[in-house]
């Protein structure tokens, strides 16, 4: 009978102590959810001959040749948790 009143109190002890740790800190901090477009130039040398050596293989078979690897563009997802100054992004 001892043994469950220990692990009744003990588990109250952490309900408490989740309450008091974990209800200021969600109220204080957030979670954002990321959508964007971002682009960058890139600098691919060793990409680009190897887009020049399939170019000139395949030069028979192809309507129109690959270009050279210059920009990079597309969709940017994520998911942000922000806690006071403190940042931490996923993804």
Not at 29 to 56: C, F, H, M, R
């Amino acid at each position: 009978m001892n043994y469950y009143k220990r692990i009744y109190g003990l588990a109250i002890g952490i309900a408490l102590l989740w309450g008091v740790i974990l209800v200021p800190n969600v109220s204080i901090s957030q979670v954002n959810i990321k959508i964007g477009y971002a682009g960058a130039y890139v600098l691919a040398p060793e990409t680009n001959q190897l887009i020049d050596q399939y170019n000139v293989t395949n030069q028979s078979v192809l309507n129109e040749q690959m270009p050279t690897l210059h920009w990079m563009h597309g969709i940017d997802m994520g998911l942000r948790y922000s806690w006071n100054a403190f940042n931490f992004e996923l993804l």
